[in-house]
């Protein structure tokens, strides 16, 4: 069974920094390019970033670009998001979401980790 | 670079059929594939359409999705409403200028 498992949210001050981890079972996690996805409350989803598998190539959504950093290890089956300079906007569940063989779109979606940043 | 565009909500009883829509605002619908996400309040989401108008297994075949080039949108379909339908629906698609991917706002449907 797919299984993705988010961790690391929490309560940050503005300007501080969190790491998100999103640990992967039951399938070849080196095989598969993975995105971060992210939802404020009560509002709709955000694309964060992607990696492909190797983790050779990296995007961001120009909301995050030059803040968050995107990782993988592959034989640790994980991905991380690394965000700096956290600002009141960036507060959110933030999902890890498997994508598709290169399709862009999401078969399996972790349940999410709440990052809320405040003073 | 685009966005898609949903009605914030819409409802119907159940047994009935509703529609909802998703508009591109430049490009054309048909560069890229459209999705439908399914989120329950308190969940993550799940794929209910893919690739336009593909079903995952395990989806009733009372989902359905198209795209309609000549209004520029994709529509998701869902006949005979069960009140366990009642959730929020978002389209996505994929911007490929910037390697974007691109969700709509969400639609909460409601079945009363």
């Known amino acids: 069974e797919v299984q993705l498992v988010e961790s690391g949210g929490g309560l940050v001050q503005p300007g501080g920094s969190l790491r998100l981890s999103c640990a992967a079972s039951g399938f070849t996690f080196s095989s598969y390019e993975m995105n971060w996805v992210r939802q404020a409350p009560g509002k709709g989803l955000e694309w964060v970033s992607y990696?492909?598998?190797?983790?050779?190539?990296?995007y961001y959504a120009d909301s995050v670009k030059g803040r968050f950093t995107i990782s993988r290890d592959n034989a640790k089956n994980s991905l991380y998001l690394q965000m700096n300079s956290l600002r009141a906007e960036d507060t959110a569940v933030y999902y890890c979401?498997?994508?598709?063989?290169?399709?862009?779109?999401?078969?399996?979606w972790g349940q999410g980790t709440l990052v809320t940043v405040s003073s | 670079n685009f966005m898609l565009t949903q009605p914030h909500s819409v409802s119907e009883s159940p047994g009935k059929t509703v529609t909802i829509s998703c508009t591109r605002s430049?490009?054309?619908?048909?560069?890229?594939?459209v999705q439908w996400y399914q989120q329950r309040p308190g969940s993550a989401p799940t794929t209910v359409i893919y690739e336009d108008n593909q079903r995952p297994s395990g989806v009733p075949d009372r989902f359905s999705g198209s795209i309609d080039s000549s209004s520029n949108s994709a529509s998701l379909t869902i006949s005979g409403l069960k009140t366990e339908d009642e959730a929020d629906y978002y389209c996505?698609?994929?911007?490929?200028?910037?390697?974007?991917?691109?969700f709509g706002g969400g639609t909460k449907l409601t079945v009363l």
């Open positions: 979401a498997r994508e598709v063989a290169s399709c862009y779109y999401f078969d399996y």
């Open positions: 996505q698609s994929y911007d490929s200028s910037n390697q974007d991917v691109v």
């Open positions: 430049s490009g054309s619908i048909a560069s890229n594939y």
């Open positions: 990696i492909s598998s190797s983790g050779s190539t990296i």
